[in-house]
């Protein structure tokens, strides 16, 4: 499948990801209807977007409904809270987009016959005792902890599209999103790309929890979004890994962080969070072998791009 005159359905087109999703099929002469309740996504992420042709935005809860009229070739479907500062904030609405939601936007696709890609995330893995994680791994999850409302939600919608896909008939594909970042990411949104460079910026400790030993693979926003298309526009179900192979500590990224700035910000350790994944890396073997995709964006350039964004944006409070 190209791009080019086909109208598509984004699910959460207003955050973070979706609206870097939005941009790039916009870009590919595609037709997008964002739909977005404005939860944790901002209008601000859709400014640059609204008055370009073929672009509309639905404002709209998705577990409560979905309905789009007209044509629908495609439905990519970002919705759900991301960051843990978010989820356990909304930990409800969190898994209501999740179950109810996903079935509504699976609904969409099954009546209008459309692609359906899932955005799931490297959290299905939890905290791994494989590594790297592949796909086949079924993962390391504490379904009671404080950040099964976000996992447990993933791992539901990944069995809810798989039955869909199975018992009827819908064409659907899972990708399995790893740590993604740069600009338009919520400045306090609690992860650590945002925390330590808006720390770093504002002269305050950079905050590493625990140690600073577990591992984080990072992925470019760009190159994400060009994996997801990719997978959307294949004939493959998944689920595909889409991230970084390259891995690093937060400590090491923290001191990344600092060298960039310039900041003369110390290092604080906090308390690791409960069920922090120790390790997150990504083998994109299958990405590579079925879409042809791999990340392109060094890491040096990802953050310094990111941090020209961070660098624009209001001070928030500690």
Avoid at 76 to 90: G, N
Avoid at 175 to 197: C, E, K, L, Q, S
Avoid at 291 to 315: H, M, N, S
Wanted: with cysteine.
């Amino acid at each position: 499948m190209t791009w080019s005159g086909k109208r598509v359905v984004v699910t959460g087109g207003a955050g973070f990801v979706g609206s870097w999703v939005c941009e790039r099929l916009l870009d590919l002469d595609a037709e997008v209807v964002c739909v977005d309740n404005l939860l944790t996504g901002t209008a601000d992420n859709l400014r640059e977007m609204r008055d370009r042709r073929g672009f509309s935005h639905v404002q709209r809860d998705l577990s409560a409904g979905l309905d789009v009229d007209g044509d629908v070739d495609a439905v990519l479907h970002l919705a759900s809270p991301a960051s843990p500062a978010h989820y356990l904030r909304w930990p409800v609405e969190t898994l209501r987009v999740g179950s109810l939601g996903t079935m509504h936007a699976l609904d969409l696709a099954e009546a209008r016959h459309a692609r359906f890609l899932l955005a799931s995330t490297s959290e299905v893995y939890g905290d791994p005792l494989e590594h790297p994680q592949r796909e086949t791994y079924w993962g390391n999850v504490n379904p009671v902890g404080p950040r099964s409302v976000y996992d447990e939600s993933k791992r539901f919608a990944e069995a809810l599209t798989t039955a869909y896909r199975t018992d009827r008939g819908v064409d659907t594909c899972i990708a399995r999103i790893f740590n993604t970042y740069g600009p338009r990411m919520r400045v306090n949104d609690g992860r650590a790309i945002p925390a330590f460079m808006s720390q770093a910026l504002s002269g305050r400790p950079l905050t590493v929890a625990g140690d600073g030993s577990q591992t984080r693979s990072l992925c470019f926003v760009e190159d994400t979004v060009e994996g997801l298309l990719a997978l959307a526009a294949s004939e493959h179900a998944g689920p595909v890994n889409i991230g970084n192979g390259e891995e690093m500590t937060i400590l090491e990224l923290a001191e990344r962080v600092l060298l960039l700035t310039g900041s003369s910000s110390s290092i604080e350790h906090v308390e690791l969070p409960v069920d922090d994944p120790k390790v997150r890396c990504p083998d994109t073997t299958l990405a590579r072998r079925l879409l042809g995709w791999q990340p392109v964006v060094p890491l040096e350039e990802g953050l310094k791009r990111t941090l020209e964004w961070f660098a624009e944006q209001p001070a928030q409070p500690a």
